[in-house]
């Protein structure tokens, strides 16, 4: 079996099980060239994963040559989510997408992670076009938005497609808030309202703009998201509230949606699609001969493209330079041991416990931090450090979370976290209390009586049910304007974690899990111990032993 045949095989099967449109808004009757367009989502650096991109990229090779109205979109979040961007800032993951032949691309909440000026930094650097219709600046500084269009028209052999792009319009509490704030002032709006309506309206202005032009298609590139929790800001909503639009290809809820059907405003339906995340599937939209609109979803191919997997092979070498690159010295361990070799940044406070708590603490300017000492996986030794050895101690690829929360609140998850704590910390030469859950605070102090039985109790599951009797920890304070202060637990408070922590009720602490939420994904972890690290330049020596955080008696 020839390549095309075997590609129109593969094609025709994916289809038998996908969605299919007639365009209601498609001008004319006469037959057209089809119109193929391939789309990913929420890749969050996974471009070696799954069907992956050299497996895309030889299916797009195909199809283009037989069908030349052939174009690959991305719906968002591309930058974020791996080491590969961690690292290189979104760099090494934009050059990989310029070999990739992208031709649109819409900006996911993630592409923020690493500021607005070097998310500006990677737009320019793109050889591919970025469309955004609800992204607003008032502020004083660059306008990284003045040059994104609300939509881009491609003109395929006298059959017009338009292409708007849709920002989540909870981009700033879905990244990090700080990065969209100058003076204490909120200077980026995404068109998010109570109702869902203003982003309707944004969105309904750039399609009836796009088909004043003469647009035959309109088709959505969105990072909204389609489940219940994100409305009334949701695809779903959006399309019940507009007119006009043909299909929605969606991301950030890594949602996996072949082709669901949905009423406009009109009631005409639209079709909505979503392709999941890192590469699990890509997701290609056919209009065809007859105008009809197909979408499916294609999770392998037969084989790679040869020069992206080259690309991919000299990211991995790039990555692993970078990695080993110095950033910084310092002149002591931030050890997870003690001077034994016994891990005790699952029973006690730690150096490292601390300085990775105050990174996220610093990153989301939130009033106290916590880790579970179970993420802190190494000692960073005195001496030259470089990216490889800050990775090595956030290994996992989490994201900051944070919420508000009540003093109690707080006082509940330290109590979950030293239920196992016990006097002695080692016995032996062997660790003694260890716990996973054990929480590393930063703007805390609190102390833990292990004369108190656990009072903890577990649902079922192994959640976080409440405690009952006498509680371990004690005396907590909260750090206020320089100094520490009683925790009140009736008080309002901002906590922030790695998400595993904060809203993934990691090792059972639920405690958080329905706190109103600040930011639910930040950036990464590691960005923000980099971060920290850096900013510090010199790091003080009050990180050279534990200062008193946390007290065991």
């Known amino acids: 079996m020839n390549r095309i045949l075997k590609l129109t095989v593969i094609l025709f099967l994916a289809l038998s099980a996908a969605c299919t449109k007639r365009s209601e808004a498609a001008s004319g009757n006469e037959p057209i060239e089809p119109v193929y367009i391939f789309y990913t989502s929420d890749v969050h650096c996974g471009v070696d994963d799954n069907l ?5 990229k030889a299916l797009i090779n195909d199809t283009r040559a037989e069908h030349e109205n052939t174009v690959l ?18 760099s090494i993951v934009i050059d990989l997408m310029n070999a990739m032949d992208y031709d649109i691309v819409t900006i996911g909440n993630h592409e923020f992670d690493y500021g607005p000026a070097k998310l500006y930094e990677l737009m320019e650097k793109a050889d591919f ?5 609800n992204a607003k600046y008032t502020g004083t500084k660059q306008n990284i938005f003045a040059d994104v269009k609300p939509y881009i028209i491609r003109d395929f052999k006298g059959v017009k497609v338009a292409f708007v792009g849709v920002m989540t319009p909870k981009t700033v509490t879905a990244s990090t808030p700080a990065n969209f704030i100058e003076e204490d002032r909120l200077v980026y709006d995404f068109s998010g309202s109570s109702d869902g309506k203003k982003l309707a309206e944004t969105v309904q202005t750039a399609v009836n703009a796009a088909r004043d032009e003469g647009a035959d298609f309109v088709i959505l590139l969105a990072h909204l998201g389609s489940i219940p929790q994100i409305a009334p800001d949701d695809s779903i909503t959006l399309i019940h509230n507009t007119t006009g639009i043909d299909a929605v290809l969606d991301g950030h809820s890594h949602s996996v949606i072949i082709g669901d059907s949905y009423p406009n405003a009109d009631g005409e339906d639209v079709i909505l699609s979503s392709v999941g995340t890192k590469m699990e599937n890509a997701g290609l939209l056919i209009i065809a001969e007859d105008r009809s609109i197909q979408t499916a979803l294609i999770s392998e191919y037969d084989r790679e493209d040869e020069d992206i997997r080259r690309e991919i092979e000299k990211a991995d070498a790039d990555l692993q330079e970078i990695l080993s690159r110095k950033i910084g010295e310092i002149g002591f361990d931030l050890s997870i041991t003690d001077e034994n070799g016994i891990r005790t940044v699952r029973t006690r406070e730690s150096t490292a416990g601390n300085f990775t708590a105050d990174a996220i603490r610093y990153a989301a300017g939130t009033d106290a931090a916590v880790i579970n000492g179970g993420a802190v996986r190494k000692t960073v030794s005195a001496g030259d450090v470089t990216y490889g050895n800050l990775l090595d101690v956030l290994p996992f690829g989490n994201v900051i979370s944070s919420c508000i929360c009540t003093g109690q609140q707080i006082m509940d998850a330290l109590e979950f976290g030293a239920q196992k704590t016990e006097l002695l910390s ?3 030469g062997n660790a003694v209390g260890e716990f996973g859950g054990f929480l590393q605070v930063s703007g805390l102090k609190y102390t833990i009586d292990t004369s108190f039985e656990s009072g903890v109790k577990l649902d079922e599951n192994g959640m976080f049910a409440g405690v009952e009797g006498g509680r371990r920890v004690k005396d907590v ?6 100094e520490y202060v009683p925790l009140d637990p009736g008080g309002t408070y901002t906590c922030a974690g790695i998400d595993y922590v904060i809203y993934g009720c990691g090792d059972g602490n639920s405690v958080f899990a329905d706190c109103e939420p600040i930011m639910r994904e930040g950036t990464a972890d590691i960005t923000a111990l980099i ?6 330049g010199d790091i003080p ?4 032993e534990p200062e008193g955080r946390i007290t065991v008696r």
């Open 52 to 56: 992956g991109f050299a497996k895309l």
């Open 73 to 90: 979109v991305d719906l968002g979040d591309y930058i974020q989510g791996g080491t590969l961007g961690a690292i290189s800032k979104g």
């Open 129 to 133: 076009d970025v469309t955004a219709c």
């Open 426 to 428: 080692s016995f032996d």
């Open 477 to 482: 304070y909260i750090l206020q304007d320089g």
């Open 531 to 536: 971060q920290y690290f850096e900013d510090l």
């Open 541 to 544: 020596d009050s990180y050279r």
